[in-house]
Each structure stands twice: as C-alpha cells, then as structure tokens.
C-alpha cells in the first residue's frame, strides 16, 4: 500500500509522533518512516491510523527538537535489522 510517501509531524507527545499525510499516501501500520532532526535520522514506526491522513508513530529514540512541519518519509518497509554470521547466537541490548 505503501508509495514512499512524504508527511509532516503534526504533534510530537514524547515518544508519540503524530505525521500527516495527503489523501492517499497513509503508510501501512508497521512501515518504518524517518526523520530527519539535526545530524541524526530519526526512525518512528506506524502503529495506528487515526483518521484525517494522520498516522500514530512509535520512535525508537528521543524526540528531543522535533518540532510541527518537519518533513517525513516514508521508507515502504517495517523496521529491519541486518544479520549475518557475525550476529548469529548473540544477544544484544536495545535498550
């Protein structure tokens, strides 16, 4: 469903950021969208469409500076993490 659309932050409450997007271009639930904040890339997942082309989003770090109208993008994926054999069998804190 997903089309690498472009948003906007609406309202950012904590961890909870609230995107607009235009009619149409609504991400799927679970889709990975990033943002730019400063220098660093910010990575929010969807986890509910709250009706008026917004999407709920989860971040996966601090929302400290985000601010109304920040461009958003869509990436057309879940969150993913690279493996290979140097991961295999490890543990690792995400914390």
């Not at 990975?32 to 220098?39: E, F, K, Q, Y």
């Not at 929302?63 to 295999?88: A, C, H, Q, Y």
């Amino acid at each position: 469903m997903s089309n690498k659309a472009t948003g906007s932050v609406a309202q950012v409450m904590g961890p909870v950021v609230d995107v607009r997007f235009e009619q149409g271009k609504l991400p799927a639930i679970n889709n990975a969208l990033t943002i730019l904040n400063g220098d660093k890339r910010l990575t929010i997942e969807v986890a509910q469409h709250i009706g008026d082309n917004t999407a709920r989003c989860i971040a996966m770090a601090s929302t400290d500076g985000l601010k109304r109208d920040m461009p958003v993008t869509d990436t057309g994926m879940p969150i993913s993490v690279p493996v290979g054999r140097k991961t295999l069998g490890r543990i690792f804190n995400v914390q």
